[in-house]
């Protein structure tokens, strides 16, 4: 079946800083891809998405890039804030699914020091 | 526009018990789909809902179960608790369309725990 792998953290990193955080996929044709957020104590926010190769999605200074090659759909951000600190989590839809039910990752934690 | 609101945001029950929890979209979204997350098995898909009819259906037991109503509120059950099934419940609505186009907005979750 279509799962994700997402690094494992927790990542930390200096304020400023650089981030990637890693996310493949396996899935058959061409799923749609998300990144969502969750900060303490509340539920997911979308982040970003992607629905077909080659698609680059972005917001808030992050961006991620639909990559069929690789199965890969990697989240970066060139300056990180201690605002940032929170769980990210990669997610697809199937291909064939018909609906909204979304395949996650196992969250990547990410901790930003001032 | 309000968001998706779940109730209760807490609960504790016991074993054996069962147990309702309650989910209301944003008004005008149709689906609702509920996801459990615990610290083991992460986010993991239950059902989703689409006017009033199960779509699509996770690998849980039939323990879990749920239904949604004419005005796309939804409630799922879960019978006979186990430790087990302590977790955050995740509800998340979405306007109809085709797979990918819509973005799913969740709620805050209510924290299930079973002692």
């Known amino acids: 079946g279509d799962s994700v792998t997402q690094m494992e953290g927790p990542v930390t990193l200096s304020e400023e800083a650089f981030l990637t955080i890693n996310c493949t996929y396996t899935?058959?044709?061409?799923?749609?891809l998300f990144w969502y957020v969750q900060y303490p104590g509340e539920g997911l926010q979308l982040l970003l998405k992607a629905t077909k190769a080659d698609d680059k999605g972005s917001n808030k200074g992050f961006e991620a890039t639909y990559r069929k090659e690789t199965t890969s759909f990697h989240l970066e951000k060139g300056s990180v804030q201690v605002s940032d600190s929170a769980v990210y989590f990669c997610?697809?839809?199937?291909?064939?699914?018909?609906?909204?039910?979304?395949?996650f990752g196992a969250g990547t934690i990410l901790r930003v020091k001032s | 526009k309000a968001g998706v609101t779940q109730t209760p945001r807490y609960l504790i029950k016991t074993r054996g018990q069962q147990v309702t929890l309650s989910c209301s979209p944003i008004?005008?979204?149709?689906?609702v789909s509920w996801y459990q997350q615990t610290p083991g098995q992460g986010l993991q898909f239950l059902f989703e809902?689409?006017?009033?009819?199960?779509?699509n259906k996770g690998n849980f037991p039939g323990r879990f179960s749920g239904r949604q109503f004419s005005n796309s509120r939804s409630e799922m059950n879960v019978s006979t608790l186990e430790l087990g099934d302590s977790a955050l419940y995740l509800c998340a609505s979405s306007l109809e369309g085709t797979q990918g186009s819509n973005e799913q907005f969740f709620g805050p979750g209510t924290r299930l725990t079973v002692l």
């Open positions: 008004s005008g979204h149709r689906s």
């Open positions: 899935a058959t044709g061409y799923p749609s």
């Open positions: 809902y689409f006017s009033e009819t199960q779509r």
């Open positions: 997610a697809l839809i199937g291909f064939m699914e018909y609906g909204n039910k979304l395949v």
